[in-house]
């Protein structure tokens, strides 16, 4: 486990932080900017001391300001990954690579040529960093950080200073350290697309306070996440497996619940792990199972929870055979539906977003 | 009809022990001048404010009142002046070593103010990211700050050397003006303006001053250009 209770007090805004998330994974500390974000990340990393708290990480304790632990920035073995690089610019890429290895207390389990080959780094070698674009500066940063060979990567907004093409450029990168080095990560982010994509576990946070925290599923039918992300973007987000995929039509089914949905098959092979959103506007919600419509994908469920959204809308939440959804449909459709926690219910999915692939814990193998 | 272009033996001599005493003093206010310009930047103590401001202080004080503190600290009867004397037989009142001394005190806040420009400039950031990186603190400043202030360190040293070629205040009044220990450039150019038939030596050690400081000034944003350009910052 991974267990952080921060508590610091400025003149401008106090941060009171706490959250405890398995140690595999990836954990995304989510919230508005100016919410107490980076400053929680150099509250880990050591580099600045908090009024009071506790970091444990496995069975090693960072910090604990009641016992008078606090473990020097340099000894934490924590890969931080600055938004803004922060590569040193009078060495080469390479050197930049080699200055935390060189540093790492133990024989290095993380090699060189394995992480120039993870991350693509090699034409770079030999580069000075300001000869590089901010996608490739985000690549070396990751590399470094990695090599110093950390027990804990933080990442914070690695991407934002980053366009979208170029944070297309380095999301996959993430995601193959994700999956292929066995490194707890910790994702500090305000582009909940970027959770999407890489996070297993999810703190939401607002004003220096958390406001909620658990696996990513459950996150993201959170109400809370309403009021971060917009009632647009809120959809549950759930990891399914392919089962076919229909040739002609490009079509793959994917297992959902008590039943299937179908997404664009482009790029994804059968029996691959794959994750979706169902945003919750996307979501109509019948009493009986409609006939003569398009929509293909219908799922079967039973209401579990209604929450008034706002002055228009419901939120309704319904479980599909162990797995939840969340709909967004106006007050007066749920008055007039007679809409009840228990009641079984039909749902048509108008679009099932594709959100990459699933990070499978037990797949992790050592570089 | 005078010789505007050859040297005679004093002005050689005069010239020869300027560039000592200015060497002298860069190489003896090296170490403290980093040392303070780093303190004063990127830590927080009680204190600051005071030290900042007497490290200054040469720069708005007349150069008589340092020279006579100077004096007053490490003249023969004063308290550090006959201790040196006492145990180290080292007597600094009259001598090129008191030169250099009073040189340094007055170049100090020159050096420092350059190096302080060149550490507030280089980014506190990559301090941090070695720190997280396993560096200790002097592994820190060697790897990272030491390289990234090295611009200023450069450009403080020469302005510091060439200023200090031409130190006459403080010199004249702790050491006094001896030639061949203590005359140098300008106390020469002094005592030829004080003599009848000194115009060829007042020109001549004049135009030798004005060549002297202005190659040591563009040497210095000559090499900090250069140098930042190698680290990666348009000049």
Known sequence: MLTVQLRKRRSEFSLDLQFSVPESGVVALFGASGCGKSTTANLIAGLITPDSGFIQLGDEVLLDTAQNINQPAEQ???GYVFQDARLFPHYTVEGNLRYGLQRARQQPVIKFDAVVTLLGLEPLLQRRPQQLSGGEKQRVALGRALLAQPRLLLLDEPLASLDQPRREEVLPYLERVRDQLKIPMVYISHQ???????????????QG????QGDLAAMSLEPALRGLIGAEAL??????KVQEIDEYSRLARVALGNGHVSVDANQLQCGQRVRLQLLARDLILALSPPQGLSVRNMLQGVITRLTPDDRHATLVTVDVG???LIARITTSSADEMKLHDGLCIWILVKAVTLRGHVFASGDTRSV | MPDWFTLTATELQALQLSLSVALRSVLFN????IAIAWLLTRRRFPGRLLLDAMVHLPLVLPPVVIGYLLLLLFGVRGPLGAWLQHAFDVRLVFTSTGAALATAVMSFPLMVRSMRIALENADGGLEEAARTLGASVMDRFCTITLPLMLPGVLAGVVTAFAAGLGEFGAVITFVGNIPGETQTLPLALYSALQTPDGDTHAV?????????GLSGLVLAEWLARALRRYLGRTA
Do not use: K
């Open chain 1, 235 to 240: 959809g549950a987000v759930v990891d399914g």
């Open chain 1, 76 to 78: 934490r073995r924590i």
């Open chain 2, 204 to 212: 001549h050690l004049a135009t030798l001053s004005c060549v002297l």
């Open chain 2, 30 to 33: 090296l170490l403290p001048a």
């Open chain 1, 192 to 206: 909940f697309e970027e959770v999407l994509r890489l996070a297993t576990h999810v703190v939401l946070m607002q």
């Open chain 1, 322 to 324: 162990g797995v939840m």
């Open chain 1, 209 to 212: 306070r958390t406001l909620a």
